[in-house]
């Protein structure tokens, strides 16, 4: 276990595109999933141990379910998932052509529905480095193709936005009445007002970032409000007041931060999993710990646990 300035290196798992760090009260395991390597992977906190569930087919986003394993974003669409069950069931595509895009990212509100975006697949396939990504900026308005969509517990779907290039997040405050949403190649942060029903309204730029500040990815919220964002493509993870402030930068050993996640007994630990899609030899020489989960340590507030999906 290898430590720095600020971070500890839980487990050098060499993930490819690891993405839905999220932790689970029930086994006291962080859990997050690798698009790339179609795969759920946990490593429980107080043993260190660690496992892994090959999927039948890639799973962007899980969150734990009140009735048991995982809700999921995944190739078929939203899922029931367990990975100590080997249970993958598919059970409703919110995507209307799901040629031209795919979910991404996903979470629960503080109600218990679960949110999950899309991204523009050309996008998705080209775009993997920070040439690819700066190269293809002024290409948006032909791959907007991503929307956000709402899960609710009776399992319909609503979209709540359209437009979105690659979404990521959202991440609510902790009285879950503002949602923010990262459109993260047009490196924009937006925030929404949340009525009680689960509806969006008023958007508003949140934060506008340069490609030198990365491409704003998942995000995660402590009790004070403060968000936590992890950037593509930057060696940072940023944590901004709900003025937008930026309160603190926590320097990391690799560039892909890709979504915190509060965790442990009280929610007061930080996890992050990270990337190392189309590294070579001479980049992992660089960053020997790229696609490794690591613990962001000494947070000054503790996290604000999301709801289990209650479908």
């Known amino acids: 276990m290898m430590e720095g300035e600020g971070w500890r290196c839980l487990w050098d798992a060499k993930a490819i595109l690891g993405e839905s760090t999220v932790w689970d009260d029930r086994d006291g395991c962080i859990y997050w999933v690798d698009i790339e390597a179609p795969s759920i992977n946990w490593f429980h906190l107080d043993s ?9 087919a890639w799973i962007s986003a899980i969150a734990p379910r009140a009735s048991g394993g995982f809700v999921a974003s995944c190739a078929d669409g939203f899922a029931h998932v367990d ?4 249970i993958y069931a598919p059970f409703v595509h919110p995507i209307p052509n799901p040629k031209i895009a795919r ?18 697949s050309s996008q998705w396939d ?5 040439d690819d990504k700066e190269s293809t900026l002024g290409k948006l308005d ?7 969509y709402r899960l609710d517990a009776d399992g319909s779907v609503s979209t709540q936005e359209r437009n979105i290039v690659t979404a990521n997040g959202p991440a609510f ?3 879950g009445r503002t949602a923010y949403v990262n459109d993260s190649m047009p490196l924009v942060s937006w925030a929404y007002d949340v009525a009680d029903d689960g509806t969006l309204s008023n958007r508003c730029d949140f934060l506008n970032f340069k490609p030198q500040d990365g491409y704003p990815d998942g995000m995660a919220v402590d009790v004070e409000g403060c968000i936590w964002m ?17 309160l603190e930068e926590r320097r990391l050993p690799v560039r892909r931060g890709l979504r915190p996640a509060f965790g442990g007994s009280n929610h007061e630990r930080l996890f992050l999993i990270t990337g190392s899609q189309g590294f070579s030899a001479s980049t992992f020489a660089e960053q020997p710990l790229a696609g490794g989960l690591f613990e962001i340590l000494d947070p000054p507030a503790s996290g604000v646990p999301n709801a289990p999906y209650a479908g």
């Not at 260190?48 to 039948?56: E, L, M, S």
């Not at 080209?126 to 920070?130: G, I, L, N, V, Y």
């Not at 032909?142 to 956000?148: A, C, D, I, K, Y």
């Open 142 to 148: 032909v791959r907007n193709t991503g929307e956000l």
């Open 48 to 56: 260190g141990r660690t496992g892994r569930w090959d999927a039948p």
């Open 103 to 120: 979910l991404n990212d996903g979470v629960t509100d503080r109600k218990g529905r679960y949110w999950s975006g899309s991204c523009d």
């Open 230 to 246: 992890a950037f593509y493509e930057s060696w940072v993870l940023r944590r901004f007041a709900s003025d937008a402030t930026l």
């Open 173 to 175: 405050s902790p009285d």
């Open 83 to 86: 990975p100590h069950k080997q």
């Open 126 to 130: 080209e775009s993997t480095t920070t």
